[in-house]
């Protein structure tokens, strides 16, 4: 049976750029990983099958509570997801967006609700706005809501590999494990949490990256190809990755751009 690496749609997943990816975790040295912004855990989910363990770690409360109800109880996500299926629609999808504006629902309701709104809101994106974050996405171009149960059942299981946290980036135990660093990106979208992303966040950003590195701790750090990402972590080795990016809402914002990959480990030798 086939399975899709990943439970979850994600704007700006790695899935796409794994090939690139790959090689600085096989160069690092370690099996298992951390992913501190863990998002879609696209790494962890495309090497979940070799047994790999993954510290998942997420400032997104509504993301991490999926993934926990999906590892505790597959079974009653699965049930409540399907009673979304057929009264998908716009009406439908806004009043289920509005559900953490009350404190009605219990976890499993929310992790359904998060799947639905992850599947059916615009691009994939769970967006918030940062005062209450409230989510605020709209709704998307998905004429049905299937429920793929075999993944969700596949994915539960892998989960057992996983330790869940929520939490800061930087406040992410530092195992001895490869690190894949996956912010927010400079000058793109980053509406994920209500948290700021600015200069203090991409200091702190790199202070982790330094203490890690002091640890001798592998680690390859995703973002934006531009000069502020290249002076800022000036030192280690980077890269010019090719890719394309769909998160804009504008047509002009689509198309080829490039990344930068930022780290410790010279995966070209």
């Excluded at 951390?34 to 993301?63: C, M, R, W, Y």
Aim: aromatic residues 14%; contains cysteine; hydrophobic residues 35%.
């Amino acid at each position: 049976m086939k399975h899709h690496k990943k439970p979850l749609k994600y704007a700006g997943s790695k899935l796409k750029l794994m090939p690139e990816v790959l090689p600085y975790y096989h160069a690092s040295g370690f099996k298992d990983i951390v992913e501190p912004f863990a998002g879609s855990a696209a790494l962890f989910f495309n090497l979940a099958e070799t047994g790999i363990k993954a510290h998942l770690n997420d400032d997104s409360q509504p993301l991490i509570n999926f993934y926990q109800q999906l590892n505790k109880d597959n079974g009653a996500l699965i049930a409540q997801s399907k009673k979304f299926q057929p009264l998908h629609s716009k009406p439908f999808f806004e009043h289920v967006k509005h559900y953490d504006r009350f404190n009605l629902y219990d976890d499993a309701v929310l992790a359904a609700r998060y799947l639905y709104i992850n599947k059916c809101g615009y691009n994939g994106m769970y967006r918030v706005d940062t005062k209450l974050g409230y989510c605020n996405i709209s709704f998307g171009t998905q004429k049905k809501y299937h429920v793929n149960e075999d993944n969700l059942r596949w994915s539960a299981e892998k989960l057992n590999q996983a330790t869940l946290t929520h939490g800061e980036f930087d406040k992410t135990p530092m195992l001895k494990r490869f690190h894949l660093i996956d912010p927010p990106y400079v000058d793109t979208f980053t509406g994920y949490t209500k948290g700021k992303v600015d200069d203090n966040f991409h200091t702190r950003l790199r202070d982790y990256v330094d203490k890690l590195d002091a640890a001798g701790i592998p680690f390859l750090l995703t973002n934006r190809h531009c000069d502020f990402m290249i002076e800022l972590f000036n030192g280690y080795h980077q890269r010019k990755i090719e890719t394309n990016y769909d998160v804009s809402c504008k047509t002009s914002g689509r198309g080829k751009k490039y990344e930068i990959f930022i780290s410790n480990i010279d995966a070209t030798a």
